[in-house]
T-cell receptor, first 114, second 117 residues
């Protein structure tokens, strides 16, 4: 079954404690990205990756890091989380970067920073 | 840069009534257009998409959307709403060509739908 899997699904953490949200896809997709969802703002892209070792900033990259060492994995790293990073995070993947490809979203990760 | 506006933050309808959710986009050419639905506590589900051809697009759960180039709109409609349609709805656009927007979906702010029995 085609899947984008995110972990953890729910997390409460404290300010400044580094955390990683993992994302894995089983479809051999080249393109992966991270979005955050905030009330009244919809979803905004944080980072994206066109392929292994190729990553770039999206619209709201401040405070986040990513890496793409393997095709299937695209972890989101919060080096020093702050309360304004409390949000719902979605990982997405597609065959290539064309929006004409089907985009698969993960189930979402609820992150609370206190 | 592409952008999407959903003018209605919250809409309330009675069960069985018709529904129209508005979406306006800004893009230099004809974009790819999408509608997603998010039920409370759930992820995103694709309702329908427009790539080209017939401007009236049919989707799942009885939804349809009409692309109107002259109005830069892609409104979502359903003739008879069910209580299970209560959710948040997002309109999104995707770029057809390369550049900084390639691969990115730009989402509207979302419209929360409440359905009264």
């Amino acid at each position: 079954e085609a899947q984008v899997t995110q972990n953890p699904r729910y997390l409460i953490t404290v300010t400044g404690k580094k955390l990683t949200v993992t994302c894995s896809q089983n479809m051999n997709h080249e393109y992966m990205s991270w979005y955050r969802q905030d009330p009244g703002l919809g979803l905004r892209q944080i980072y994206y990756s066109m392929n292994v070792e190729v990553t770039d900033k999206g619209d709201v990259p401040e405070g986040y890091k990513v890496s793409r060492k393997e095709k299937r994995n695209f972890p989101l790293i919060l080096e020093s989380p702050s309360p304004n990073q409390t949000s719902l995070y979605f990982c997405a993947s597609s065959l290539t970067g064309s929006s004409g490809n089907t985009i698969y979203f993960g189930e979402g990760s609820w992150l609370t920073v206190v | 840069a592409q952008s999407v506006t959903q003018p209605d933050i919250h809409i309330t309808v009675s069960e069985g009534a018709s529904l129209e959710l508005r979406c306006n986009y800004s893009y230099g050419a004809t974009p790819y257009l999408f509608w997603y639905v998010q039920s409370p506590g759930q992820g995103l589900q694709l309702l329908l998409k427009y790539f080209s051809g017939d401007t009236l697009v049919q989707g799942i759960k009885g939804f349809e959307a009409e692309f109107k180039r002259s109005q830069s709109s892609f409104n979502l409609r359903k003739p008879s709403v069910h209580w299970s349609d209560a959710a948040e709805y997002f309109c999104a656009v995707g770029a057809r060509s390369g550049g900084t927007s390639y691969g990115k979906l730009t989402f509207g702010q979302g419209t929360i739908l409440t359905v009264h029995p």
